[in-house]
C-alpha cells in the first residue's frame, strides 16, 4: 500500500510540475504586475487629483483608466500637499481631463490616452494643451509642453484683477460667458473654465458654460474670450482720445 501511494503521490507532482512548464511567463507574472498596477491606482499630478472611482478592483489599466476621474484642482491649495504646485520656471499646470482613445487600423484597435492639462503663472499667462500617448503620465508630460508653447497674456485690471468687459466666444460646440466682478467677488465657475481663469490670474470674475460641457471646448473658448479682451487704453486709442476723456 505504502509503494502505491508514494507512486500516486509522484505521478501528481509530475503531472503538476509539466502543466507549470507547460504555463507561459507572463501568466506566472501576471499577479506580480497586478499588484504593481493596484500600488499605482492613486497618482497625484500636479495640481490635479486622480482617483479611481472603482475601489481596489483588480480590472486590467485599460478598463481602469476608462473609470477614473480627474478633478481638476482638487483641494483648492488648501491642506498638506493637497494643492497645485508649481515648477521650476514659475508655472502652475492642471489636469482638466483624461480619457482613453481608440485608434482603429487594419490590424485592429491601438489604445492610447488623452489628456487636457492648462498652465498658467497666476500673473497674466496662461496656455492649454492637449496631447496622446500610451500611457497617462506621458499624455500629461506631452500636453503640459505644448500647453507652455502657446501661451497666451491676459491684460486685467490692476486693483480688482478682472476683466474690462463683457466678452462671449465659442469653440465648436461650447459657448463661454465672461463678466467683470467687483472686488471681492471671487471667481464664480466651474469645470474647465474655473480652472483656466485662476490659472490665469483673475480673481473676480463671472463665468458660464453656455453650450457643450466638452471640457477641451470650454478650455479653448475661455482661452480665445481672455484673448479678445480689450483694454482702456487700446478703446480709447480707437476712438482718438485719452483715457481720462473717455471716463469723463
Given amino acids: 500500500m505504502a509503494t502505491s501511494s508514494v507512486c500516486r503521490i509522484s505521478a501528481y507532482t509530475k503531472a503538476s510540475v509539466s502543466v507549470d512548464a507547460r504555463r507561459p511567463a507572463s501568466a506566472m507574472r501576471a499577479p506580480v504586475a497586478a499588484r504593481a498596477i493596484q500600488q499605482r491606482a492613486s497618482v497625484t499630478m500636479s495640481g490635479s487629483a486622480v482617483m479611481p472611482a472603482f475601489g481596489a478592483s483588480m480590472a486590467p ?28 520656471d514659475g508655472f502652475e499646470e492642471r489636469v482638466v481631463q483624461v480619457r482613453r482613445v481608440t485608434k482603429v487600423v487594419k490590424g485592429g484597435k491601438q489604445m492610447a490616452f488623452s489628456a487636457v492639462v492648462v498652465v498658467g503663472d497666476g500673473n497674466g ?3 492649454i494643451g492637449c496631447a496622446k500617448a500610451k500611457e497617462v503620465i506621458n499624455a500629461v508630460q506631452k500636453a503640459s509642453a505644448q500647453a507652455k508653447k502657446e501661451c497666451i497674456k491676459v491684460e486685467l485690471t490692476k486693483k480688482a484683477k478682472t476683466l474690462t468687459h463683457r466678452i462671449q466666444e465659442r469653440s465648436g460646440g461650447a459657448t463661454v460667458m465672461l463678466r467683470p466682478a467687483a472686488e471681492g467677488t471671487g471667481v464664480i465657475a466651474g ?22 460641457p466638452n471640457p477641451l471646448n470650454n478650455a479653448r473658448a475661455t482661452i480665445i474670450a481672455l484673448q479678445n479682451v480689450r483694454t482702456f487704453k487700446e478703446v480709447a486709442a480707437d476712438r482718438g482720445i485719452t483715457v481720462e476723456q473717455m471716463f469723463a
Avoid: H, I, W, Y
Fill in 61 to 88: 489599466a485599460a478598463d481602469r483608466a476608462e473609470r477614473m476621474v480627474v478633478f481638476a484642482g482638487q483641494g483648492g491649495g488648501r491642506g498638506r500637499g493637497n494643492g497645485p504646485q508649481k515648477d521650476d
Fill in 125 to 127: 499667462t496662461v496656455g
Fill in 191 to 212: 469645470g474647465a473654465v474655473r480652472v483656466v481663469l485662476e490659472l490665469a490670474g483673475v480673481q473676480n470674475c463671472f463665468g458660464k458654460q453656455l453650450g457643450s
